[in-house]
């Protein structure tokens, strides 16, 4: 697996070979000596479509935090409802 860090310029043009000049990722892959997975993943966040998917990214994890605040006041919810019966009974 390979460590290298390409600056966000390089993606970026990376990207514009493939959108704008028409070539495959393919061939830009390998011209420029990076993976297929990663300028998929550039054209994922620079492409014509990434305000798209950073939407929809957003939306996700804005879904992910209201389950988990809903699954913790749901917890809260169940213990005071546990702890109302409890001292109901040891009431009577």
Known sequence: MSSKRYPEEFK?????QVTDRGYSVADVAGRLDVTTHSLYA???KYG???NKHRTKAEEQAEINRLKKELKRVT???DI???AAA???SHLE
């Open 48 to 50: 014509p479509d990434a």
């Open 80 to 82: 005071l409802k546990k």
């Open 86 to 88: 409890y001292f109901a």
């Open 12 to 16: 970026i043009e990376a990207v514009r």
């Open 75 to 77: 917890e809260e919810r």
């Open 42 to 44: 550039w054209l994922k």
